[in-house]
Structures are given as C-alpha cells and as structure tokens.
C-alpha cells in the first residue's frame, strides 16, 4: 500500500513554510533550538496551520482547537460591511487564482487567475491589494478580510515577501505583484484590514472549498 502523501508545517526553524517532504522539513529544523513543527495530511490544513499560531496545533492531533463559549462572545459576529478574500492554489507552487466577495451574500465582486506557479501565500497578497484598490475606486467605507497573517503582514510592509522563483510560466504573476507593490506605496488608504476568525466563524466566505 501506498503511503500517504503528508504537509509539513515549519513554524520556527531556518526557513519556515510548507514542505512536502520529511526530508525537507528536517533539513529546516535540525539544530534549531525550540523548533515548531507539525505534520498535516492535506495542503489546505497545512496552509490554515501555518497562518495560525502553533501553541493552537501543539499536541492535536486535529489540528484545531475548541473555542469557549466566553471567547467566541468575545470575538463576537464578523462585521458585513466588508468584503472578504482569499486564494487556492493546487500545488505549492501550483495553479492558483484568487477572489473577492460580499461578506454577507458571498456575491462575487472579483476573481483572477488561475496562474502558473503560483502559491497560496501570493495569491492572499494579490487578493489584499486588489480589493484595497476595489474599495477605493468604489470609494467604499467597507472592511477587507482574510484568513491570511503572512499576506496581511506583507500588505503592511508594502512588499511581497515570497520566496517562490520567477520563472517563464510565472512571468505574468511576477508582472502582477510588482504591480501590486508599486500601487501600495503610491496610494494612501484607510481600509481596516482585518483577520478572518475561522475558529469562530468557519471558513472565510471568499474560501474556493477545496478542502
């Protein structure tokens, strides 16, 4: 029998990411003092756990954790006066598109791609910057969701930090992000970028359910 494919997630080691093999993971984790590590059995609940915090995934072996009744009242109801967005790629790097929808009515309101080799990761970032430049040609006081601490955290930077190599097949998405990280440091916006509570919520409504 055929042993099944596994993700690992690497939260702290020399490089982290996704790896699709032991191997790889091990080779990131070796002499790491304090390395975070976990196995996943699909990409989708690899790419969720390392967008997530690993104290959430230590020792559990679902790789979720229950929310109290006292913190789901704390996190409250997403606020609908949003869109929200998201990216799936078949692949890490692999076909990838991305979307944006109504937060309420999951109307689509963008969609782009599928690229060549792209990742999750880029299409989160695209998928941000684009429905910041939507939300401002619309001259909208709506807020963006996503699901995505790395995108959010390059938005804020201004810079696309993938480690993915340019290549023929994925000059255009290469074309697409210099784009996207010159439109953020010429244009100001107020937009409130906000995190996608999935433990409270469920999945983001823009999620391309390919789990």
Not at 26 to 47: M, N, P, R, W
Not at 87 to 107: C, F, H, I, L, Q
């Amino acid at each position: 029998m055929a042993k099944k494919k596994k993700f690992y997630v690497v939260w702290k080691g020399k490089h982290p990411g996704i790896f699709e093999s032991w191997a790889d993971c091990k080779a990131q984790i070796d002499g790491v003092k304090g390395a975070q590590y976990k196995s996943f059995a699909t990409f989708e609940e690899a790419k969720k756990a390392f967008n997530g915090n690993y104290l959430e995934y230590k020792g559990k072996s679902k790789g979720k954790s229950e929310l109290s009744p006292e913190e789901l009242l704390k996190i409250g109801e997403p606020n609908y006066n949003s869109i929200a967005v998201d990216a799936a790629s078949s692949g890490n790097p692999g076909k990838m598109e991305y979307r944006g929808v109504d937060t309420k009515t999951k109307r689509v309101l963008f969609h782009q791609g599928p690229f060549e080799q792209g990742t999750s990761n880029v299409g989160e970032f695209l998928a941000l910057v684009h429905g910041l430049a939507f939300l401002q040609q619309k001259k909208s006081d709506r807020i963006l969701y996503s699901d995505s601490r790395i995108a959010i955290g390059w938005v804020r930077k201004k810079k696309c930090g993938t480690k993915l190599e340019k290549t023929v097949k994925n000059a255009q998405l290469f074309e697409l992000i210099e784009r996207a990280e010159l439109w953020l440091k010429k244009n100001r916006f107020n937009t409130p970028i906000v995190k996608w509570e999935t433990k409270a919520w469920g999945e983001i409504p823009a999620d391309f359910g390919r789990k």
